[in-house]
Structures are given as structure tokens and as C-alpha cells.
């Protein structure tokens, strides 16, 4: 086993004693006060708890198979997290062929030339590429009803979820002095972060939190939530330092970025949904709604820790 496996088993194992003890506490809390599944805090934790511990599984499952399991694990993310996006849509007969593009064109080759490491091509395949060719082919049908909003959709709808997460495994293709075989560890890093700052708002928010940060965006979102879940999220990214190639202030400032970024990916988001009229982007998650739900953090810090941690070494 090498070095960098048993680092990410160190992590997991880190992680499954902290889902332990919160199924416990979930249980016990559900046990006293709330019997007959009538407190919906207490419910909406557990079933985050639960949809938590499968996704720990999978992660950890395909991180630990290395390179190929990440970059197929995220092509299956963004592939189901396009169809949730396109679902909201409003799509007609003439972009059948755009969609049919986007799904088993677009997607399959930015994935291959992240695993082919031609960073050249898939950092503008989706922005400059993609970007000309939906509007090309959604012409070509003829349909011209409301046309620069049908093709605006499909183009923003690959650019979240195909070309942003794609560079959550493009972080395995970085060649980084001194850290060698070790770049699964940025992909756990990231994913830890981004997703404890998550779940540490919300735990603050519902604690002290007091004033509405975009009331109509987000009704959950609190200043008192945002504040004590990004700090404490930085935190834990500084005490994460050992999995990076960074010193725990470095660590904690790229994790403050990217926790930013994450909150902000959340509220364009939430501000999509409520246009759209849905609560959810899905519901394949217990408790978590969609894929799109639980990637909507990682979407846009994903490509902001990738360049940081690229362009670090020319900077220092």
C-alpha cells in the first residue's frame, strides 16, 4: 500500500469516527425529541448523516482505486448532474441534438483529455468549443423560438456541471515538486473542506444564527451561520495541511478561498432554483436533494483551488 493510501485511509477512518459519533447523537436526539419523526431539524440531520456515510463510501472507494476511479466517479457526477440541470430547462425538439452533444460528445472528451492530462484543450474545450458549437447545431433544427435563452441554458448547463467539476480530478494531472504521487489528497482536501464548511454553517446558523444573508435566495443562510462555518472551516483546512504541499497558514488561506467560493457557488444556485420554482435540484439524495445540491460548493470553488494550487509554484 503506499504512502499516500494509507494517508487517505488515516483521513477516512478520521471521517467515519465523526459519522459515528453524529449517528449516535442523531439517534439518541430522535429517541427524545422527536419519537414520531415530528421535528424537522432533527430529522433533516439525520437523514444527512445517512445520505453522508454513502457518500464517504463512494468517495473513499474511488479514491483509493487512484486516477481512473476519480475521473469515472466525476463523469458519472457530472453526467447526473447535467440531467438535473437540463430537466429544469426549457427545452424543445430543435435542441435534441445540442442535448444529445452536451451528454455523449462534450462530456465524455473533456473527461478524456483530463485522464490524457491535455490541459491545453480541456481548460477551453467547454468555454470556447462547446460554447460555439450549441449554438451551431441548435440552428441548424430551424427552431428559432427563444433561441438565445434555449442555447444560454445548455451552455451554462455544461459549464457548471461538466467543465467545473471536471477540474476536481484534473487536480491529479498537477505535477507538483515534492508531492509526487500524492495528489488524491487534493481531491480529499478539497472535497472535506468545502463540504464540512457546509455543514458547519449550517450547524452555526442554527445555533446563534439571527440576520437573513439573502432571504430570498437562501431563507437558511445567516451572517452569524456564514461567519462561524467559514472559520471553522478554515480551520480545519489548516489542520489538514499534511495532506497538501503547503504550510498550515498557506492551507488555511487557500481553504478560506475556496469556502468563499463554495458559499457563493451555493447562493447562484439556490438563485437558479427559485427561478426555476423547485426546492431541490433532485431527489436521489436523501436528505441532500440532488447531485447538483451537494456539488453546488465544489462547482465554483473547484476551478479556483485547481489554478491556485497550478500557478502556486511560479508565484513563490
Known amino acids: 500500500m503506499t504512502e499516500h493510501q494509507i494517508d487517505l485511509l488515516k483521513l477516512l477512518g478520521g471521517l467515519a469516527a465523526v459519522l459515528v459519533a453524529a449517528s449516535l447523537v442523531g439517534h439518541l436526539l430522535q429517541r427524545r425529541l422527536s419519537p414520531d419523526g415530528s421535528n424537522a431539524v432533527i430529522e433533516n440531520l439525520n437523514d444527512r448523516v445517512n445520505a453522508w456515510w454513502v457518500m464517504i463510501i463512494l468517495m473513499g472507494g474511488a479514491l483509493l482505486f487512484g486516477r481512473m476511479g476519480a475521473i469515472l466517479l466525476f463523469g458519472f457526477a457530472s453526467f447526473a448532474a447535467l440531467r438535473e440541470f437540463v430537466t429544469l430547462t426549457d427545452t424543445r425538439r430543435g435542441d435534441h441534438w445540442a442535448l444529445a452533444s452536451a451528454f455523449f460528445l462534450v462530456l465524455p472528451l473533456q473527461y478524456y483529455l483530463v485522464y490524457i492530462d491535455w490541459y491545453g484543450l480541456y481548460s477551453i474545450l467547454?468555454?470556447?468549443?462547446?460554447?460555439?458549437?450549441?449554438?451551431?447545431?441548435?440552428?441548424?433544427?430551424?427552431?428559432?423560438?427563444?433561441?438565445?435563452?434555449?442555447?444560454?441554458?445548455?451552455?451554462?448547463?455544461?459549464?457548471?456541471?461538466?467543465?467545473?467539476?471536471?477540474?476536481?480530478?484534473?487536480?491529479?494531472?498537477?505535477?507538483?515538486?515534492?508531492?509526487?504521487?500524492?495528489?488524491?489528497?487534493?481531491?480529499?482536501?478539497?472535497?472535506?473542506?468545502?463540504?464540512?464548511?457546509d455543514?458547519?454553517?449550517?450547524?452555526?446558523?442554527?445555533l446563534i444564527g439571527r440576520t437573513k444573508i439573502a432571504p430570498k435566495l437562501s431563507p437558511s443562510k445567516t451572517v452569524e451561520g456564514f461567519v462561524g462555518g467559514a472559520l471553522s472551516a478554515t480551520l480545519v483546512g489548516a489542520a489538514l495541511f499534511w495532506m497538501t504541499p503547503f504550510t498550515p497558514v498557506q492551507a488555511g488561506l487557500l481553504s478560506f478561498v475556496i469556502v468563499l467560493m463554495g458559499f457563493f457557488g451555493g447562493l447562484v444556485m439556490?438563485?437558479?432554483?427559485?427561478?426555476?420554482?423547485?426546492?431541490?435540484?433532485?431527489?436521489?439524495?436523501?436528505?441532500?436533494?440532488?447531485?447538483?445540491?451537494?456539488?453546488?460548493?465544489?462547482?465554483?470553488?473547484?476551478?479556483?483551488?485547481?489554478?491556485?494550487?497550478?500557478?502556486?509554484?511560479?508565484?513563490?
Open 199 to 206: 455543514v458547519l454553517q449550517y450547524v452555526w446558523g442554527k
Open 270 to 316: 439556490s438563485a437558479i432554483k427559485r427561478d426555476r420554482g423547485v426546492k431541490d435540484w433532485g431527489h436521489l439524495i436523501a436528505g441532500h436533494g440532488g447531485f447538483i445540491d451537494r456539488l453546488d460548493s465544489v462547482i465554483f470553488s473547484a476551478p479556483i483551488f485547481f489554478h491556485l494550487v497550478r500557478y502556486w509554484w511560479s508565484l513563490t
Open 126 to 197: 467547454v468555454p470556447v468549443y462547446a460554447f460555439l458549437l450549441m449554438p451551431i447545431v441548435s440552428a441548424l433544427r430551424g427552431d428559432t423560438d427563444h433561441f438565445l435563452v434555449r442555447v444560454a441554458e445548455v451552455q451554462w448547463a455544461l459549464m457548471i456541471c461538466v467543465f467545473c467539476v471536471s477540474h476536481v480530478p484534473a487536480l491529479l494531472t498537477l505535477q507538483i515538486p515534492g508531492y509526487e504521487g500524492r495528489n488524491l489528497l487534493l481531491i480529499a482536501f478539497l472535497v472535506v473542506v468545502v463540504q464540512s464548511s
